[in-house]
């Protein structure tokens, strides 16, 4: 029998957010989809953004390409591409190390530019400020479970209980047991993580689902036709509607 | 072949007295918001100058626009698509507010608030970004008026180039110096590369007119546009993240009303109409490899509306008979094939500018006049186009990409009609010498004279309404007894626009509950409260 509070955290939890982040996608690119932008303020500072920026984004994308290796990829699958754990783990570490640092490198370059520019500053909304320190707290926890329990504590292998414990949750076949005796740190990288997931859909953070890959393949010039039952309708007058 | 039809304008720029009628009345329809305040869709520059945003014509620096790679093939000047997709991050090429200004406005609050005391209160500036105050240094129209003034030398990018290519400066002493206006909007180019350098797509080319528009619900905010356009006029709303451009007052073209800075230009000097064009040969024309044979190729993009053939390809491209009729009558068109006085801005961008200038002849007549002799005689003129270089290479840096040729003979044509139009107006015996030698005729004068001197309305502004057939919903009191609506003031109701079917207009409203306000009580009737 399960502990209720590993069931909760680790069985209701996870779908919990999931559901947030994709009704919330689907909630905002159907009613707010003026709102669905990167908000740059590039136009107020460029000099500290031209630093920390391209740092944090390519490491997150890193950081994100390593959490699909490590999570997706069964450990049966790399042990018979001839990837012994040893070898897995040094790569893990080390990539996981440099792609943790830069991005923390970039957010760190980030922060102190929207704290200490006044025009950034001014510009930053509720949404930031509840974005911004998960945003971190993730970060530092993940780059603390690879640095702390992976190199320095010798080593941890979550392919063993964290990996088949987030397949499964894409299986439908909750597993929370496994996650019962995870180090403190990847339990809480991994709830926090839940909790910027479903921020998603509703802060800036929703860019990262507009990146334009069609831009690659589309020809340079778009032509588009005038929406011919917008053509001259007026706006009815306020009134009510039986 | 295939046509496509452009609404397009050509300003006169001797009419252009500076007035900034033109931006107020733009700011007022389009910009009068925080996020925009420093987007001035129209601006009005002084040339010699730097423009707005500060010296954005140095292409070396901002990268905007088309060049050729080494296969001569057309490719944003910014990068292409990799290269804009690697900087998306941060865009090297972008201008930062201080290029543009620091918008403020002014603590009005203390004029009522402060209390009584010796002094009269005054409202100081406040930064609009931080709200600090501000110490306005720099600001639209700054160096306004300042055009031929000592110390400008080298802000300005084209008279630098001026100065590289012929050997010969601007003389920046007050005697010998020159100014004149240009008035700038977008240019809603046929080959636009704002639109080319959009990751999203959200920017487009509408193909009923050719208007270039930004979807507000596609925008991302990646900024590429605002480095992609050469003529920096898409611009970031920073509070909303997006972008936002001149929108040639679509609601106002597709009414067949020009656009509010024509309607409010107190010179009347814009002129707005339709021409026709092959779509098909836009992409070869802005690839011709001499940047001076770029104004000649995009001339012969233009197509004759009077040429049956072509009016046959038009109404199958899906150009209704309106707008071909509305081609042939197009001043535009007159002012830029017919009588070759409208010139493109910068074609040496390769985007295909749609927004054309009369060059202005006033710093010639002013030359000419101040030295003694008689600034509107012909021969004195052409002879003050040859001599004065300096105006005439100058111009053809903005407007020829440095070719004097096509500067000369529009200045010559001005020249001429100006001559012949004193002659008639004095009694004098025209010379048919005067026109001829601007390879003119009587005729085609006297129809320039009409069209730039008198500029009536209705023959500067030709502008067929977006759809004659839906004609009668676009303003159904235009076509229609206004009374005849469904409850209408001859039914009891209220006039205009009729309501939906049971909908009260709140307006009139007498204070009664509606039926069907509240839904009908389960298991009885419904509930009726009259």
């Known amino acids: ?242 | 072949m295939r046509v496509m039809a452009q609404i397009a304008m050509v300003m006169n720029l001797d009419k252009c007295i500076g007035c900034h009628t033109c931006s107020v009345t733009c700011k007022q329809t389009w910009t009068n918001r925080s996020g925009v305040e420093y987007a001035w869709f129209n601006n009005v520059e002084t040339r010699p100058g730097q423009g707005y945003p500060r010296r954005y014509e140095d292409q070396e620096r901002w990268r905007g626009g088309w060049e050729l790679d080494r296969r001569g093939r057309l490719r944003p000047r910014g990068g292409g698509r990799l290269r804009r997709l690697a900087g998306i991050f941060a865009n090297p090429d972008l201008p930062g507010i201080d290029d543009y200004y620091e918008p403020w406005t002014y603590d009005y609050r203390t004029l009522t608030e402060a209390p009584l005391g010796e002094e009269p209160p005054v409202a100081r500036p406040v930064s609009a970004l931080t709200g600090a105050p501000a110490d306005v240094s720099w600001g639209p129209n700054w160096d306004d008026d300042l055009g031929g003034a000592p110390g400008n030398e080298d802000l300005d990018p084209m008279a630098v180039r001026m100065r590289e290519r012929v050997g010969r400066g601007i003389a920046y002493e007050f005697e010998r110096s020159f100014m004149f206006y240009l008035p700038r909007i977008c240019e809603h180019c046929l080959n636009p590369s704002c639109v080319a350098s959009c990751p999203s797509g959200a920017m487009y080319k509408r193909v009923e007119d050719g208007i270039v528009l930004v979807d507000q619900d596609g925008c991302r905010g990646w900024r590429m546009c605002v480095s992609g356009c050469p003529y920096k006029k898409v611009y970031f709303n920073h509070r909303t993240g997006k972008a936002e451009k001149c929108t040639f007052c679509y609601p106002r073209i597709e009414a067949g009303e020009p656009t509010i800075c024509s309607e409010t230009c107190v010179g009347r000097l814009r002129y707005l109409g339709v021409l026709l064009y092959d779509a098909d040969r836009v992409a070869e024309a802005a690839s011709v490899p001499e940047e001076k044979d770029l104004y000649p190729a995009q001339l012969d993009l233009f197509l004759d509306p009077g040429d049956p053939g072509v009016a046959a390809a038009a109404e199958r491209s899906g150009i209704g008979r309106e707008w071909i009729e509305a081609a042939r009558r197009s001043p535009v068109r007159d002012l830029i094939v017919r009588h070759r006085v409208a010139l493109p801005l910068h074609p040496e961008y390769r985007t295909m500018p749609m927004v054309w200038y009369v060059p202005p002849l006033s710093p010639v007549v002013e030359a000419v006049a101040e030295s003694g002799h008689d600034g509107e005689d012909a021969g004195n003129l052409f002879g003050a186009i040859d001599a004065l270089r300096i105006p005439v290479d100058y111009l053809a840096e903005l407007f020829t990409a440095g070719d004097p040729a096509p500067v000369e003979a529009a200045l010559r044509r001005l020249a001429a009609m100006r001559s012949h139009m004193r002659s008639v107006n004095l009694g004098e015996d025209p010379d048919p010498e005067v026109p001829a030698a601007a390879g003119m005729d009587a005729a085609q004068v006297r129809d320039l004279y009409r069209l730039l001197a008198l500029a009536k309305y209705e023959e500067r502004y030709v502008i067929p309404t977006a759809g004659v057939g839906t004609a009668h919903d676009l303003e159904s009191i235009a076509t229609s007894c206004s009374l005849d609506t469904d409850g209408g003031p001859g039914m009891g109701g209220p006039g205009g626009a009729p309501l939906k079917p049971g909908a009260t207009d709140l307006l009139t409203w007498s204070g009664d509950r509606p039926e069907g306000l509240f839904p009908p009580r389960r298991g009885g009737e419904g509930r009726s409260a009259r």
Do not use: C
């Not at chain 1, 996870?14 to 559901?19: E, G, H, M, R, T």
């Not at chain 1, 990829?73 to 570490?93: I, M, N, R, W």
């Not at chain 1, 992976?150 to 597993?175: C, K, M, Q, S």
């Open chain 1, 1 to 242: 029998m399960t502990d209720p509070i590993d069931l909760l955290l680790w069985g209701a939890a996870p779908y919990v957010s999931l559901a947030v982040l994709a009704g919330g996608l689907v909630w905002r690119y159907r009613h707010d989809r003026f709102g669905w932008t990167s908000r740059s303020t590039q136009l107020y500072e460029s000099r500290l953004l031209r630093v920390g920026s391209p740092l944090f984004h390519l490491g997150l994308l890193l950081v994100a390409g390593g959490h699909v290796l490590g999570l997706a990829v069964p450990k049966a699958l790399t042990e018979l591409a001839g990837v012994d754990e040893h070898t897995y783990h040094l790569v893990s570490l080390g990539m996981g190390t440099v792609a943790g640092l830069l991005t923390a490198a970039g957010l760190a370059v980030l922060l102190y530019r929207r704290l200490t520019v006044p025009r950034v500053r001014r510009a930053t909304t509720l949404d930031d400020r509840l974005v911004y320190p998960v945003l971190g707290l993730v970060l530092l926890l993940g780059l603390t479970a690879t640095i702390v329990d992976n190199g320095i504590g010798g080593g941890y292998d979550y392919r063993e209980t964290v990996a088949p414990w987030l397949r499964h949750l894409f299986l439908l076949d909750p597993r929370p047991e496994l996650m019962a005796g995870v180090p403190l740190d990847f339990r809480l990288h991994v709830l926090l993580a839940m909790v910027l997931f479903a921020l998603v859909p509703f802060s800036r953070l929703v860019h990262a689902f507009s990146a334009p890959v069609h831009y690659l393949f589309r020809p340079y010039l778009v032509y588009r036709r005038r929406a011919p039952e917008v053509l001259g309708t007026r706006a009815q007058p306020r009134g009510w509607a039986p």
